[in-house]
């Protein structure tokens, strides 16, 4: 059972975009007036609340095969798996394990949990078996809905389901698609239950089951695309880009199931391949566009996308992991017709907990390499991660976020939760940051990836921001390597746009632009940035290497 020691998210009556200031803490609130949330609805009720108006409109796009469904073929569609589910024995509060890549099979399989009061545990296809069975045995799963090449993934006495030709000792998806509707169990659906259990990155620690509840997602939604003013317009015309991996909340939440409350249509890619969803984007005139920061310095940087007519983009969201300034110019540069901004999110969050203000129906400017402002209905705090103690606005510390929309706690683990989630309900990011005067947010680092010289923080993005700048270098990290004197000293990995690029050249370039203590020790030439599905650099594995070559 979940166990988590959080108050309810007290309604307060200040004015938008204010600070509200105590002896103890300053709390910072959005620029957008907070608006009525109805998270006391199921998830899927919420998502398909307008269905009557949006029946015969593209809801769901097939890049892959062109197939459209209708929102009410996807709404249908969604109940039937569900029936089909319910005629398995699924029922309220049991889990189901979704290894797919992105897919329709996929949206119908998840909104079907939902109208069952069941929760969807979401897997990466590319992890390892072992990782798979521990994310199946630790979620409780009772079945899994798959394809058959990740078959050799998933050990034997599983109930499976497969989405295409099934092979023997699975059944076929039609199983589900083909059920009767009528005979979904008319039971009702508390908001407080779980509906989603993505786990964690693991990038610093070990996977983690995250709860989200009907509550948690429909805050989380509502707090981006409801209201006179919704901080992400999305119009009934636009056309949505999935090519972010769906079992990543981010995609989830921010691409999925905002465009399903909006009306927006979802073009749904299976993978990521740039010349495919250059296509793609230009074939449907694609109007957002949602992406992680690797898809962006190949939007900025690859000549092959001068081939391509991508004129119908009118806004390109980044998030999962920091941005940087010349990065994000550089795109402007190249869509120059396009509203280009930050989120930040963190799974644990639900997961959005700042938004650029840009996407609004009535959109106001940041600044480069802002993440927005704080979403509306929640509060936002900035604390020194040594005292714990509040700070004001243009002091870097650990930010915390508190409302409605964060997880209900991790799965089975209460120490985990009460160490993330404090008695007062404020959820510890983890993530360095400041708001500034105008209440705009910038995140500086992982609290946990600084790197320490001789007592001075070293924020690797820094520094990656400005490799990227380099315009030999196609895309960079920077980790600590241990040292006797400093402490720690910031190392370099970088992949070459230039061959004749060299090591003095890199170093070089970085000590004019920095203090002494960012500059850099060593560099190290690869090629590939081992990062997540997501964009996460796996900054641990650089790490690995830098210890296997000192041993």
Not at 84 to 102: C, E, F, K, M, T
Not at 485 to 511: H, M, N, Y
């Amino acid at each position: 059972m979940i166990s988590i020691a959080s108050p309810d998210l007290h309604q307060h009556d200040a004015s938008p975009g204010t600070v509200e200031t105590t002896p103890e803490t300053t709390i910072f609130r959005s620029r957008l007036p907070d608006i009525p949330i109805p998270n006391h609805l199921p998830l899927h009720t919420y998502c398909f609340e307008n269905l009557a108006e949006l029946a015969d409109k593209p809801c769901l796009i097939a890049g892959s095969t062109g197939q459209i469904y209708t929102f009410a073929e996807t709404n249908l569609l969604c109940r039937r798996v569900a029936a089909g589910l319910a005629g398995l024995g699924i029922q309220q509060g049991d889990v189901i394990l979704l290894l797919l890549q992105n897919c329709p099979e996929f949206v119908f399989s998840f909104m079907a949990v939902s109208y069952l009061g069941a929760a969807a545990t979401t897997a990466n296809p590319f992890c390892t078996p072992s990782e798979i069975l521990k994310q199946f045995k630790a979620s409780g799963a009772k079945l899994v809905i798959t394809q058959s090449i990740y078959l050799d993934k998933l050990g034997n006495g599983l109930t499976v389901i497969t989405i295409d030709d099934p092979p023997a000792g699975c059944l076929p998806f039609s199983v589900l698609s083909a059920a009767d509707e009528a005979t979904i169990p008319e039971e009702p659906i508390d908001a407080g239950r779980a509906v989603a259990l993505p786990f964690s990155s693991g990038t610093t620690g070990l996977p983690k089951g995250v709860v989200l509840t009907h509550r948690s997602l429909v805050t989380s939604v509502a707090q981006q695309v409801d209201g006179e003013n919704p901080n992400l317009y999305l119009k009934t015309e636009d056309v949505v880009l999935c090519v972010l991996p769906l079992f990543h909340i981010y995609s989830l939440n921010s691409v999925l199931l905002c465009s399903l409350r909006a009306g927006a249509a979802v073009m749904i890619m299976p993978k990521f391949e740039i010349g495919a969803m250059l296509g793609l984007i230009e074939k449907h005139k694609v109007t957002v566009a949602p992406i992680v920061p690797p898809l962006v310095l190949a939007l900025a940087k690859n000549p092959v996308v001068e081939s391509y007519d991508l004129g119908s983009i009118r806004i390109v969201i980044s998030g999962a992991a920091p941005l940087g300034k010349e990065l994000e110019e550089a795109l402007r540069r190249r869509l120059p017709q396009a509203s280009f901004g930050q989120g930040y999110g963190m799974t644990e969050a639900g997961p959005v907990l700042s938004m650029c203000p840009a996407f609004a129906k009535q959109p106001t400017a940041v600044k480069s390499g802002s993440c927005g402002t704080v979403v509306r209905n929640a509060e936002m705090k900035v604390i020194d991660p040594e005292t714990g103690f509040s700070l004001g606005r243009n002091k870097p510390g650990e930010i915390c976020i508190r409302g409605a929309q964060i997880m209900k706690g991790y799965l089975n683990d209460q120490e985990a939760t009460l160490a993330t989630v404090d008695v007062e309900g404020w959820l510890h990011t983890g993530d360095i940051g400041y708001v500034d005067d105008d209440g705009e947010v910038f995140i500086v680092d992982r609290l946990k990836e600084l790197i320490k010289f001789k007592g001075f923080q070293v924020p690797p993005a820094e520094l990656e921001a400005l490799l990227i700048s380099h315009p030999s270098v196609a895309d960079a990290a920077v980790v600590p390597q241990n040292d006797v004197v400093a402490g720690e000293v910031p190392v370099a990995f970088i992949v070459r746009s230039d061959i004749e690029l060299t090591e003095e050249a890199v170093k070089e370039f970085i000590a004019k632009q920095v203090v002494f203590y960012k500059r850099l020790y060593k560099v190290y030439f690869i090629h590939a940035i081992p990062k997540s599905p997501s964009g996460k650099i796996f900054r641990k594995d650089l790490k690995a290497r830098l210890a296997n070559a000192a041993a």
